[in-house]
């Protein structure tokens, strides 16, 4: 059995719309959003690349980002202020599989943790399990990353163990915390994402 790719297409949510990647259109924005300040440059801490010396070298970054078919990198653009916010992207596709991966994820330190992060999870989630009928999606992280692994449990993704020893990142050891939801899983989690970003709006 094979299961449809993922596309890059646009996400509408309430307080959300997820966007491909434009590296002209949305550079500006994301730069600021990774390095304003000493605590956004914090955002860079656990992933391979960044933060970067040059707003010209992060928008060279962003257009390499822009043309790649895995990972799907999308904008998250805050509904509010019309900002773009962060980057998220499906990635580790296996469609004759059925599964894929959450990744590449950053945010702007001020909308860490708060209604725009779970509802760019919530939609991704929603167009894997719901529209694509995906049977497994993963979330990867450094297990030195406290912030993404309480995200992935706040999420409902269940924890599934550690590879030790994964990668070398930044000159360092990077142990991978792995984390998943199957589709199994997904309806009850589903509902509960919802009713949390219900309560949340008011």
């Not at 509010?80 to 004759?96: D, H, K, S, Y």
């Not at 406290?146 to 360092?172: D, I, P, T």
């Amino acid at each position: 059995m094979q299961w449809s790719l993922p596309q890059l297409c646009t996400h509408h949510g309430a307080h959300v719309t997820l966007e491909p990647l434009d590296a002209h259109r949305d550079g500006q924005d994301l730069y600021a959003a990774g390095h304003a300040t000493s605590r956004h440059l914090y955002t860079w801490q656990y992933l391979p690349y960044g933060p970067f010396a040059t707003h010209e070298d992060f928008g060279n970054w962003l257009t390499v980002q822009q043309q790649s078919v895995d990972p799907l990198f999308h904008t998250v653009r805050d509904v509010c202020t019309a900002r773009a916010v962060g980057l998220i992207a499906i990635m580790n596709i296996a469609a004759q599989h059925g599964r894929a991966e959450l990744g590449h994820i950053w945010y702007d330190v001020n909308v860490q943790r708060s209604v725009l992060t779970a509802e760019t999870a919530h939609l991704l989630l929603s167009y894997l399990f719901d529209t694509l009928n995906y049977r497994r999606v993963e979330w990867k992280c450094d297990n030195r990353n406290v912030r993404s692994k309480a995200a992935a449990l706040r999420l409902g993704f269940c924890f599934e163990g550690l590879f030790r020893q994964h990668l070398v990142v930044k000159q360092q050891n990077r142990d991978t915390a792995w984390f998943a939801i199957t589709d199994a899983e997904w309806p009850t989690i589903r509902e509960r994402q919802r009713a949390d970003l219900t309560r949340i709006r008011s």
